[in-house]
């Protein structure tokens, strides 16, 4: 019985942690729009990001585009753009799926 204790109660808080997280999942909350609905209006968006200094200003110039050169073109990229804040979506790059 001592050897199955640890087993029983590792499955027994398994369960739990499942059990809540599937209980939460279908709960909506007020950070996130309904799926149906679409609150992004690009031309908002663009005069947003209309007064962005010259090296993000010529980033979003080529949002949603696949910039080439591998490693060296990205590191010179983020040079340029130091003093700024950076998001890096690392894995998108190289990923088929994405790419389509």
Same mark, same amino acid.
């Given at each position: 019985? #001592?050897?199955?204790? /640890?087993?029983?109660?590792g499955v027994?808080?398994? =369960? +739990?942690?499942?059990a809540v %997280? ?5 709960? #909506? =909350? *007020?950070?996130? *729009?309904?799926? %149906? +609905?679409?609150?992004?209006?690009? $031309? =908002? +968006? #663009?005069?947003?990001? $209309?007064? +962005? /200094? ?7 110039? @080529?949002?949603? @585009?696949?910039?080439? %050169?591998?490693? /060296? $073109?990205f590191k010179?990229?983020?040079? @340029?753009?130091? %003093? ?5 979506? #690392? ?5 088929? /799926?994405?790419?389509?």
């Amino acid at each position: 019985m #001592k050897r199955a204790l /640890p087993w029983i109660l590792g499955v027994v808080i398994l =369960t +739990a942690v499942v059990a809540v %997280g599937l209980s939460q999942a279908g709960e #909506k =909350t *007020p950070e996130a *729009p309904d799926e %149906g +609905a679409s609150s992004f209006d690009l $031309a =908002t +968006a #663009k005069r947003q990001l $209309a007064g +962005a /200094p010259a090296p993000l200003a010529k980033l979003h110039d @080529q949002s949603s @585009q696949l910039i080439g %050169g591998g490693v /060296p $073109a990205f590191k010179r990229r983020l040079a @340029q753009l130091e %003093g700024n804040p950076v998001v890096i979506n #690392k894995w998108a790059s190289w990923c088929g /799926p994405c790419r389509a």
